[in-house]
């Protein structure tokens, strides 16, 4: 996280503190809701990053396997790279191809460009392919079949992964279950309270809706809560990273604001 992002958290977090407080007369969860979206604004750039991280990753054995394809035919490394642009590999890896061929064309030593780029990459498995790639052409030998056999592994190891997550997905529906038992739990206690003279309880008028509004305040913030852990845990346990539980903390937010504007 950079400075400019944990100054607009922080931005944000003033700004909520004293918006919430603030004698205004909006309805208290128009307010929340309008904090909540100036928070979703921001996460939705982690998330558009998260999706064109995934992307490289996914489309990175089908490069391999086209620059494999280039040198057989007998175009050298820098034309192989140059040809392998023209084709799709998603936003983030075509940036990537582009700007090694541009240090090339400047210069620097392809050994050295791999080097940088596994440091921009920051991908475990990517690092140790073009730290295997380096070697090669140090050691001089053939780099269109070590690709091959790159990409095949790649690929393999990428099923095992698809495998592992299709096992994780009973997880998954488990947090969502958790949500909504706690979703339902918070709407049998208001219809109880709203329903509370009919157990022959007696209450002043305006302390009957005083009740009533500290609940929703109250279990709206327990369910927002709630809402974006577990989404950011679903995430965390099916790929790995908190950012890939960023859409399920928008779907389940959501729901929880969808519900309280419905009460």
Same mark, same amino acid.
């Given at each position: 996280m950079n400075k400019k992002d944990i100054l607009y958290i922080s931005l944000i977090?003033?700004?909520?503190?004293?918006?919430?407080?603030?004698?205004? !007369?909006?309805?208290?969860?128009?307010?929340?809701?309008?904090?909540i979206l100036l928070y979703l604004i921001y996460s939705l750039k982690y998330l558009q990053e998260y999706l064109e991280y995934e992307e490289m990753i996914n489309n990175f054995?089908?490069?391999?396997?086209?620059?494999?394809? #280039?040198?057989?035919?007998?175009?050298?490394?820098?034309?192989?790279?140059?040809?392998?642009?023209? !084709?799709? #590999?998603?936003?983030r890896l075509n940036k990537?191809?582009?700007y090694i061929i541009s240090e090339m064309e400047y210069g620097k030593t392809f050994y050295d460009v791999?080097?940088?780029?596994?440091?921009?990459?920051?991908?475990?498995?990517?690092?140790?392919v073009l730290l295997n790639i380096n070697n090669v052409l140090k050691?001089?030998?053939?780099?269109s079949n070590l690709l091959d056999t790159l990409s095949e592994s790649i690929r393999n190891l990428e099923i095992i992964k698809k495998e592992r997550l299709s096992q994780l997905?009973?997880?998954?529906?488990?947090?969502?279950?958790?949500?909504? *038992?706690?979703?339902?739990?918070?709407?049998?206690?208001?219809?109880? /309270? /709203? !329903? /509370?003279?009919?157990?022959?309880?007696?209450?002043?008028k305006d302390v009957y809706y005083e009740l009533i509004n500290t609940y929703k305040f109250l279990s709206f913030l327990l369910l927002l809560i709630n809402? /974006?852990?577990?989404?950011?845990?679903? *995430?965390?346990?099916?790929?790995?990273?908190?950012?890939?539980g960023?859409?399920?903390?928008?779907?389940?937010?959501?729901?929880?604001?969808g519900f309280f504007f419905l009460l």
């Open positions: 977090t003033v700004f909520f503190i004293f918006f919430i407080f603030l004698p205004i !007369n909006i309805n208290i969860f128009v307010k929340i809701g309008i904090i054995p089908l490069f391999l396997r086209d620059l494999s394809h #280039y040198l057989k035919i007998g175009q050298p490394l820098p034309i192989a790279l140059k040809s392998v642009s023209n !084709n799709y #590999y998603g936003k990537e191809i582009k791999l080097n940088d780029s596994a440091k921009r990459i920051n991908n475990l498995e990517i690092s140790e050691s001089g030998g053939d780099l997905k009973l997880t998954t529906y488990t947090y969502y279950g958790l949500y909504l *038992g706690v979703l339902l739990s918070i709407i049998a206690v208001y219809y109880l /309270i /709203i !329903n /509370i003279k009919l157990l022959g309880l007696s209450f002043n809402a /974006i852990f577990t989404g950011l845990v679903i *995430g965390k346990l099916a790929k790995g990273t908190i950012r890939a960023i859409i399920h903390s928008i779907v389940l937010t959501a729901i929880s604001v």
